[in-house]
Each structure stands twice: as C-alpha cells, then as structure tokens.
C-alpha cells in the first residue's frame, strides 16, 4: 500500500509557473500508474495529466495539453507536475493519485485510481 504526499503548491501569478511534487512511500513505486487531478471550489475533481508505470506514456487533460508536464522518477519514488503559462482557471487543490497495474497504459479516471493524496492548493491570481 503506498502513501502519497504532494508539495509545490502556493500563490502564483497568472502566466507565471509551480512544479508540484508527489512523494510516494510504502509500496514498489514503479508497479505504480500515477496521475494528477485538481478540485476547484464547488467543481467536481478533474483528470489533469497521468503517467504510466515506466514513464514512457503520458496523457493530458485538454486544458493541460503544451502548459503542463508529468514526469516520474522511479529512484526517487516521485512524480513531478510542471505547471507553465498558469491561468486562473487554473486554481484548484491539486491531488495526486495511484494505481498499481501490470500494464502500460496510463490512467485517465479518477475512479481508477484507489490511493489518493492529501492535496496541495494552487493559487493563480491576476
């Protein structure tokens, strides 16, 4: 069972950048898919960016396609989200999640996912 901590969160300006992190401990990291999803107040949780067990497939959410870049590092247990050109529209408590799978394809519900973590806030201001 894997434990997962984000971290990077905080207050930005519109067009600015954030790298959030995602610490995972407790299990085999890489037999892990992972993903970020994002909650706005009053909004349902939505799929943002996922990445697949080894980090050769990736998948974006529309509104994260050429601004935002999941990335992994199975040595140090991590997964990474590079936030560029934030917009406000952007702001949200960002959770990352996982999934442990034999397969390569990364996940894109978050009804796939069954280890959640604790949610880091983004805050883009004008």
């Known amino acids: 069972q894997v434990q997962l901590v984000e971290s990077g969160g905080g207050l930005v300006q519109a067009g600015g950048s954030l790298r959030l992190s995602c610490a995972a401990s407790?299990?085999?990291?890489?037999?892990?898919?992972m993903g970020w999803f994002r909650q706005a107040p009053g909004k349902e949780r939505e799929f943002v960016a996922a990445?697949?067990?080894?980090?050769?497939?990736?998948y974006y959410a529309d509104s994260a396609k050429g601004r935002f870049t999941i990335s992994r590092d199975n040595a140090k247990n991590t997964v990474l989200l590079q936030m560029n050109s934030l917009k406000l529209e952007d702001t949200a408590v960002y959770s990352c999640?996982?999934?442990?799978?034999?397969?390569?394809?990364?996940?894109?519900?978050?009804?796939?996912?069954?280890?959640w973590g604790q949610g880091t806030q983004v805050t883009v201001s004008s």
């Open positions: 990445i697949s067990r080894s980090g050769g497939s990736t």
């Open positions: 407790g299990g085999t990291f890489s037999r892990y898919g």
């Open positions: 999640a996982g999934r442990m799978t034999y397969g390569s394809a990364p996940f894109t519900s978050r009804y796939d996912y069954n280890y």
